[in-house]
């Protein structure tokens, strides 16, 4: 039995979160590959955070996403749906920043198509956590879980510790690589995050709407619409300005 699929007997020898942290910390940088690194964030996030059975890492490059680590197959088709739709949680993780959570794929409706290739795969509810380092996101921490148990508190604060450290390991790679395409797609991630901000704050305005609310119905637009969500932003960022 894979690690990833492993019942309550087997999972009560995964590590205790501070052994993990403490391996994490270990990392040295430029010791080995920066995908080497994610790959073992991501195996021991799905060790160690209750009710994940595979994790991933997204990372957005020239605004082109890409799984550049995985701890089990599923996850990684799971991604690579998302990415040939142009829009899921994600992706759209990784690029707002937010921490998108679907606790049950049977019923969501922001996702339709992505959550029914979960739920066909016995995927239940997902968690994608932005992977921020300063000023910008620029990838993001997927938790796919096919147990009963929706991912709780706990969950996601474990969660959002493995995506920190993922985090500070892609902003450690980019100052050890320091190339002008680096610079470039981080350019990049902030100008689409600004306009998903703004286009936020014209919903919050018109709608008298919570942000939360607002970030969904941008979600719902895009899944409708079959369009990236920073597109669907930027489209509605336009015709405020053009309606002033």
């Not at 490059?61 to 088709?77: C, I, K, N, W, Y």
């Not at 920190?164 to 050890?176: G, P």
């Not at 002008?180 to 100008?191: G, N, S, T």
Request: proline content about 5%; overall charge negative.
């Amino acid at each position: 039995m894979s690690e990833t699929s492993a019942g309550p007997a087997e999972r009560e020898l995964y590590r205790d979160p501070y052994e993990s942290f403490a391996e994490l910390s270990k990392i040295m940088l430029g010791a080995q590959p920066l995908t080497a690194t994610l790959e073992r964030i991501a195996t021991l996030a799905a060790r160690v955070v209750p009710g994940a059975d595979e994790v991933s890492v997204t990372l957005i490059e020239q605004d082109h996403p890409r799984t550049v680590a995985f701890s089990g197959a599923l996850a990684s088709v799971l991604d690579e749906r998302q990415y040939e739709c142009g829009f899921g949680p994600c992706m759209d993780a990784a690029v707002t920043g937010n921490t998108i959570a679907i606790d049950d794929t049977a019923t969501d409706d922001l996702y339709p198509d992505f959550s029914r290739l979960a739920a066909q795969n016995g995927v239940r509810h997902t968690l994608s956590m932005g992977m921020p380092i300063p000023q910008r996101t620029v990838g993001a921490l997927n938790i796919y879980g096919t147990g009963a148990p929706v991912f709780d508190e706990d969950a996601r604060r474990l969660a959002g510790t493995f995506a920190a450290y993922a985090a500070v390991s892609l902003a450690n790679a980019a100052l050890y690589t320091s190339t002008a395409e680096l610079a470039e797609q981080m350019q990049q991630a902030m100008a689409s995050r600004a306009v998903i901000e703004q286009a936020k704050g014209i919903l919050l305005r018109d709608n008298r709407c919570s942000p939360e609310e607002a970030f969904a119905m941008l979600v719902k637009a895009s899944s409708v619409s079959n369009r990236k969500l920073r597109d669907i932003a930027q489209s509605l960022v336009d015709g405020a300005w053009h309606g002033r």
